[in-house]
């Protein structure tokens, strides 16, 4: 059995729909704190008048489906897309005055600084003032949260929407369980959902498929556990940021599924109801995103099994203080 923290061992801010009483957070120190420090200054008028645009991070444990959905909202709107891992390989390639400092510190096998990685972060998003973007790979920490919002904040253009999806451990442990890989083309099956036509065998070539070293219960449990711990204070500070802050504030919105396609629509709906004034991309007028179908499934799949591929732990490690 995978060792899973239980619901009630993880903070009593995420334990309500909206993550947090006021009174459930009063013993939490990290959370106190962090308002405290950064007073809660409301938004002053931003955006030149403009308070509807949208500035958003998205968590979600690993396998949960947040690159698809990402990419959903980038391709159906005028939404930019940052990632930390390809600012900070931008600022080295171009050998910005922190791409020089990062670069050295990460030839000497050394993780970047919180205050490293928030200057390849915002120095992109200083440029974006009015501009719709959501960010990737940042804040993964409690401190790295406290100093990206407290950044925007000081710049007027303070974040406008803090998603959270929810999907059940369970559900992740199972398509981990029953995931089958053709490791040399990088082709996912799914027990479950799509297997392959000769059981054991790859579709294309006929060679046997393998499961992953690290597609295991203890595995995913270890990583499950440090989502928790890592996580679970961000979404805390920022729900009940949103609570005690001013109208305008970024709310934390818990979208639950099982699947990305479960999620999508109420995500979508709300994206288009609270930013009326985002544009459909051309090419996605008229577009219909289908029902949920093996053929989605298997590219959130994959999007699971690259965070599970060294070279994206190599990245994460590189770009953010966290546990892997």
């Known amino acids: 059995m995978v060792s899973i923290p239980s619901r009630t061992a993880r903070p009593a801010a995420l334990a309500a ?17 962090s308002l405290k420090a950064n007073s809660l200054r409301p938004a002053t008028t931003h955006d030149n008048g403009e308070r509807k645009v949208l500035r958003m991070l998205m968590f979600g444990k690993p396998g949960a489906g947040k690159g698809t959905l990402s990419a959903r909202l980038v391709q159906k709107y005028d939404i930019l897309s940052l990632s930390t891992g390809d600012l900070l390989r931008q600022h080295i390639a171009e050998k910005t005055e922190v791409g020089r400092e990062a670069e050295e510190i990460v030839a000497q096998g050394r993780l970047l600084p919180d205050d490293m990685v928030l200057r390849v972060v915002t120095t992109n998003l200083d440029k974006l003032q009015n501009k719709h973007w959501i960010l990737d790979g940042f804040p993964r920490t409690l401190r790295q949260g406290e100093l990206l919002d407290s950044h925007l904040r000081s710049q007027n253009m303070p974040l406008s929407l803090v998603v959270n999806v929810d999907v059940p451990d369970s559900i992740i ?9 053709h490791l040399a083309s990088g082709r996912v099956y799914n027990l479950s959902y799509n297997r392959p036509k000769v059981a054991g065998l790859d579709d294309k070539t ?61 995500l979508d709906a709300h994206v288009r109801t609270a930013f009326p004034g985002l544009r459909e991309r051309v090419e996605a007028r008229g577009m219909r995103f289908r029902a949920p179908n093996p053929a989605d499934i298997v590219h959130e799949q994959i999007g699971l099994a690259r965070e599970n591929g060294r070279a994206m732990m ?10 892997a």
């Open 17 to 33: 729909r909206r993550g947090i009483a006021h009174s459930s957070v009063q013993g939490q120190p990290w959370v106190a704190n």
């Open 173 to 181: 442990l199972s398509r981990i369980s029953d995931r089958w890989v």
């Open 206 to 266: 006929g060679e046997p498929l393998a499961q992953r070293p690290d597609d295991n219960p203890a595995t995913f449990g270890r990583r499950l556990a440090s989502f928790y711990e890592s996580t679970s204070p961000l979404l805390a500070y920022f729900d009940l940021a949103a609570d005690l802050a001013p109208t305008g504030e970024p709310k934390l919105l818990t979208l639950a599924g099982s699947t990305s396609d479960e999620i999508w629509p109420k």
């Open 314 to 323: 190599e990245a994460w490690a590189a770009t953010a203080r966290w546990s």
